[in-house]
Each structure stands twice: as structure tokens, then as C-alpha cells.
């Protein structure tokens, strides 16, 4: 855990390396925000079926996403990044955050090719993954700026984590005393999703990490328990977030158990494409 002011910010940085379980992941949408810094050979990225896959040399950076992004691998991969919660990536990004929704775009975009070009080769030249992670926090704190409206939407996006998606936003306005409108603008321009995506998207992942992939599953009490209207409605949701139906998406969980047992990866939503 990053030390204040990052730890409101941000839930952890890591370091990956090695050989990747498949050549392409699938992640649901999930309530957070991510950079990651390439330190490998490319990779590659489509954020959603009707998009075109791309090339990522440098890194990339994804605002909290309304739909499932693949990532595509090479036979081995090296990066460092950063998991934020929703609204944790704002204060360094030069452009509102809805400008990136569903949108990756490379580290250099936002923030600059010599500045990335530095940084590659400082992580690259430290020798481990503890001093490479240090220094990736000594670069957001030096980017750290202030985000205008980030009390409110930290405020508001945490009652919408600690009711897991089960709260009306027409109550966390008139709570603020702010505007629906105006509540909205504040979560587009800092988390770039309304705070209503924002309550479906934690909703989502609420049920998904609920789902245990090594035993049955009664659907119906799993959407019950999510707050979803009925079974068909917990359906349509679940295939607008991954493409995917439930019963589909358990069964490429359990393949990955089943080829990979042990695998860090085992606990995350993270199906084979």
C-alpha cells in the first residue's frame, strides 16, 4: 500500500514478469483505473468487439472501463503499473477523464515521449522489482496535481463502493448538495464514467468475485443477492459487460483452472479469450 497522499488514490502498484498463462486475456470491467509501464516487448490491446486490436510499445493508460478489454501478450512479458480505484488515475492525467473512456491509450500520450523515455530507463536500470516500484512512486508523486471536484466524487464514489452498486445517486446528490447534473460532470470529468455506470460497473463486480468457479452456482441467488431485478436481467447485464453469457463466462474460469492450477491469476476475473 502506497504511503499519503497515493493511498486514497491508489489500491497497489506491482511488477509483472514472465511467460503469460494465454497469449490473450479477457478482464471485465471492473471499479478501477490502471496504468502500466512496458518495460517487454509490445503488447496489444482491444477494448471492446467493435474496435480495432493496437499495439502498445511504452505502456498504456485505461480509465475505469463500461466494457471488457483484451490484452494481447508476447511469449514473455516485463511492466510495472498501477491499479487506482475509479477516480485515483484524474489527478494525472493532462485531459478529462470521459476523453479516454474505452479508449487505452499509450503512456507517451499523456504524459510525453521524453518524460516516458526517462522513466523506461530508470525502471529498467534498477536492480529489482522493490526499487522499481519505489521509483514509479516517486514519479506520481512528482505528477501528483489537484483534481477540481475530487472531495466530492471521493466522497460520493465511496458510498457507492460500501453499498456495492445498491445506492439511488438521486440520494448521493441531494446528500452533497449538488445538482444531478453537476454530480455527473464531476464523475465524467474525474473517474470518466457517470456515477450511475459507476454503481452498475461495482454492482458487476460484486457479483463476480462472488462467483466461486470450483463448485455449483445457483444464478438466480447470486443476481438476487447482487440486486438484480430477476435472473434475465442479471443475464442481459452480465453480456453487456463481458460479451459473454454467465454460463459461458464459468466455463472458460474453470478451463484456466483446470490448465493453470496454483496460477496467481486464479482468484481474478480474468477469462482466457
Given amino acids: ?36 509501464v512496458n518495460l517487454g516487448a509490445p503488447f496489444r490491446i482491444r477494448a471492446g468487439a467493435d474496435l480495432e486490436t493496437a499495439e502498445y510499445v511504452d505502456g498504456c ?6 466494457r471488457a478489454v483484451e490484452f494481447g501478450y508476447p511469449l514473455r ?22 476523453e479516454l473512456r474505452d479508449r487505452p491509450v499509450t503512456v507517451e500520450q499523456v504524459w510525453g515521449r ?41 466522497h460520493a464514489s465511496g458510498v ?19 445538482s444531478g447534473t453537476h454530480l455527473a460532470q464531476r464523475f465524467k470529468e474525474l473517474v470518466g464514467v457517470t456515477p450511475k455506470r459507476l ?21 438466480g441467488e447470486l443476481a438476487g443477492a447482487a440486486g438484480y431485478f430477476d435472473q434475465a436481467h ?3 447485464e452480465f453480456r453487456a459487460f463481458t460479451g459473454l453469457t454467465p454460463t459461458r463466462y464459468l466455463e472458460v474460469r474453470r478451463r484456466f483452472l483446470r490448465e493453470h492450477p496454483g496460477h496467481v491469476l486464479d482468484s481474478w476475473p480474468l477469462p482466457a479469450a
Fill in 1 to 36: 500500500m502506497p504511503p499519503p497522499p497515493l493511498a486514497g488514490l491508489i489500491d497497489d502498484l506491482y511488477y509483472l514478469e514472465g511467460t503469460p498463462p494465454y497469449a490473450r486475456l479477457t478482464l471485465p470491467p471492473m471499479p478501477a483505473a490502471l496504468l502500466i
Fill in 61 to 66: 493508460v485505461v480509465t475505469t472501463p463500461t
Fill in 77 to 98: 512479458t516485463r511492466s510495472v503499473g498501477v491499479h487506482f480505484k475509479p477516480w485515483g488515475l484524474a489527478p494525472f492525467l493532462p485531459m478529462p477523464a470521459a
Fill in 114 to 154: 521524453p518524460a516516458v523515455a526517462q522513466l523506461r530507463e530508470w525502471l529498467a536500470a534498477a536492480p529489482g522489482p522493490r526499487e522499481m516500484l519505489a521509483l514509479l512512486e516517486v514519479e506520481l508523486l512528482r505528477r501528483l496535481s489537484e483534481a477540481d471536484g475530487m472531495g466530492l466524487v471521493r
Fill in 160 to 178: 457507492i463502493a460500501a453499498t456495492r452498486g445498491a445506492v439511488a445517486i438521486g440520494d448521493l446528490s441531494e446528500a452533497a448538495g449538488v
Fill in 199 to 219: 454503481a452498475r460497473t461495482y454492482r458487476f463486480a460484486t457479483t463476480v468475485f462472488a462467483i466461486d468457479p470450483a463448485g455449483p452456482i445457483d444464478w
Fill in 234 to 236: 442479471f443475464g442481459h
